[in-house]
């Protein structure tokens, strides 16, 4: 199938910094990617869509100034966590729309374990 | 908007039994239903799915089912194997690139 990858896999960063977070579909080219964000044992938590050209859509009670998202070209998403704080720490995961029928498949990247001190 | 329920939430199971995960949704616009397998730590893999125009679909020891009717949709693995053990999510998505609606998962162990 189809290769999302997501890095880095891991980073931990003080408070008050910014982190970046890469999503790259590695052997397709993909107009949407999706940020999640997953709590310990929960299920995923849809925070934006992402377009490649136009600006994301958040979903409601998700900070667009804090998860700044930039979906510069069609194989590449950014998830960037503005001034992050303790609260912030958590697993993201990014998913982009396969080339499959019907453009329907998505594939996940493998996650990003943000830790904040 | 969709809501996709899944149910057990943990299910425990002898190794070379059956495993059965049900989910149900709600929006009748929906279409196409994957299967997610997600181990510790790691992002969520594809291991199967079916779209509305099928009721039943099987590789190797996995296998779909879907009511369109009845609005669920089940997972079906049998033999399972302790390397089955993980977390697994159904999801539900009106298609042609529009987001996903995840359930809220079942822990599956697979006792040897």
């Known amino acids: 199938g189809a290769v999302v990858s997501q890095h880095p896999s891991r980073v931990i960063c003080k408070s008050g910094t910014s982190v970046k977070i890469e999503c790259r579909s590695l052997?397709?080219?993909?107009?949407?990617m999706f940020w999640y964000r997953q709590f310990p044992k929960q299920s995923l938590m849809l925070m934006a869509t992402?377009?490649?050209?136009?600006?994301?859509?958040?979903e409601q009670g998700v900070e667009k100034d804090k998860f700044l998202i930039n979906h510069a070209s069609l194989t590449l998403s950014t998830l960037t966590v503005t001034s992050a704080h303790p609260e912030d720490s958590s697993f993201y995961i990014c998913?982009?729309?396969?080339?499959?029928?019907?453009?329907?498949?998505?594939?996940f990247g493998q996650g990003t374990r943000l830790t904040v001190v | 908007g969709e809501n996709v329920e899944q149910h057990p939430s943990t299910l425990s199971v002898q190794e070379g039994d059956s495993a059965v995960i049900k989910c149900t949704y709600s929006?009748?616009?929906?279409?196409?239903f994957p299967w997610y397998k997600q181990e510790l730590g790691k992002g969520p893999q594809l291991i199967i799915d079916?779209?509305?125009?099928?009721g039943e679909k099987k590789d190797q020891r996995i296998a779909v089912t879907l009511n369109k009717t009845a609005k669920h949709f089940s997972l079906h693995i049998t033999e399972t194997q302790p390397e089955d053990s993980a977390v697994y999510f159904c999801?539900?998505?009106?298609?042609?690139?529009?987001?996903?609606?995840f359930g809220t998962g079942t822990s599956l162990t697979v006792i040897p």
């Open positions: 998913s982009a729309i396969g080339p499959g029928q019907g453009n329907t498949e998505a594939f």
């Open positions: 052997d397709f080219q993909a107009t949407t």
């Open positions: 992402s377009n490649e050209g136009s600006k994301a859509t958040y």
């Open positions: 929006d009748s616009a929906s279409n196409y």
């Open positions: 079916i779209r509305s125009n099928v």
């Open positions: 999801a539900a998505s009106i298609g042609t690139g529009n987001q996903f609606y």
